[in-house]
């Protein structure tokens, strides 16, 4: 089973993303890290079979952009729609509806841009499992999520309450959908990048990406470590 690969997508403006990762990082160099990770997961999404990708971005791509010709032409190749409602759990339930709208019937997989060692074939076998159960939930180290399919995406609609970015979201997520009467599988855990310590760590698990260089790119995160 496979369907729409949503990604929802901040557009990386420094100063305006991955503020976390300052210091050590400048503004300039975590934007430049964020859009390395966009682009990683957009190669990734672009190669499961039988899918499509919708990027639901926050923002506009503009000249403050990093890396925003490479961005544009990315883009050029998925759907796009902007991020809309109140709170991160809205956003994700708008989006899940923007692209049954779209592709009414299909499934949804929807991931961010904070995982760039996603590969392929872990996003096609959470398809896959779709087919057994009405919902995945990737959970992350940090007691969040990576990842949530829906087989109706219709049945997002639990999560608009949860509240998102703490250390018991993805147990809550969990517990919504279920109370939902949604049979909820787990998907491999993965590590999202919110501070240097993760940036690091990911980055060394995906050598000669985009992500790793950025990563490499910048020595105060190789010096808050030591």
Request: glycine content about 10%; proline content about 8%.
């Amino acid at each position: 089973m496979t369907g729409t690969l949503i990604v929802l997508a901040k557009a990386p403006v420094p100063g305006r993303v991955k503020t976390r990762l300052c210091p050590p990082a400048t503004p300039a160099q975590a934007a430049d890290v964020a859009a390395a990770a966009l682009l990683d997961t957009l190669d990734a999404t672009a190669a499961v079979p039988g899918s499509r990708t919708l990027v639901a971005l926050a923002g506009s791509l503009d000249a403050d952009t990093a890396r925003v010709g490479e961005l544009r032409a990315a883009l050029g190749r998925t759907g796009r729609t902007a991020q809309r409602g109140t709170g991160l759990g809205a956003r994700i339930v708008a989006a899940h509806a923007d692209a049954a709208a779209r592709h009414p019937g299909e499934p949804t997989l929807q991931i961010g841009m904070d995982t760039p060692q996603v590969h392929s074939s872990t996003l096609a076998a959470a398809f896959a499992a779709l087919a057994d159960v009405d919902a995945v939930l990737g959970p992350a180290p940090d007691g969040g999520w990576w990842a949530l399919g829906l087989r109706d995406p219709g049945s997002a609609g639990p999560v608009a309450d949860v509240p998102m970015s703490r250390a018991d979201t993805g147990e809550n997520t969990l517990a919504a959908l279920r109370a939902a009467g949604l049979r909820v599988a787990l998907l491999p855990e993965l590590t999202d990048v919110d501070t240097a310590e993760d940036a690091l760590a990911v980055a060394a698990t995906v050598p000669g990406s985009r992500f790793a260089a950025a990563v490499d790119r910048v020595p105060g995160f190789r010096r808050a470590r030591s």
